[in-house]
């Protein structure tokens, strides 16, 4: 194919009569069904429907508010000392 391209022509088609069959098509949602059917039995479960069980109710709590912590007064900024301006070499 390179030399086709190379020479300015057309590159050969590819043989159909080499390609392999497809592959096989698998169903994944049944593979599971049949992977969880298979660990139930294993286990010595019912393969049929689970069972549901209705969750306790959840009894009301009375909230406590938070208590509001008093704001933090600020200490007062003093100037700065101003250091003097540093040398720069190469300037």
């Known amino acids: 194919m390179i030399e086709a391209k190379a020479e300015d022509r057309q590159p050969p088609k590819p043989s159909t009569e080499d390609e392999e069959p497809g592959g096989q098509v698998v169903d994944l949602m049944a593979a ?6 298979k660990a139930q039995a ?3 479960e019912d393969a049929g ?3 549901v069980h209705e969750m306790p109710k959840k009894t009301p709590t009375a909230r406590k508010t938070a208590k509001k912590t008093p704001a ?4 007062k900024k003093t100037a700065a000392a101003k250091k003097p301006a540093r040398w720069q070499r190469g300037a």
């Open 42 to 44: 294993a286990r010595g």
């Open 49 to 51: 429907e689970g069972e």
């Open 32 to 37: 599971l069904h049949e992977s969880v059917r």
């Open 72 to 75: 933090k007064k600020s200490a």
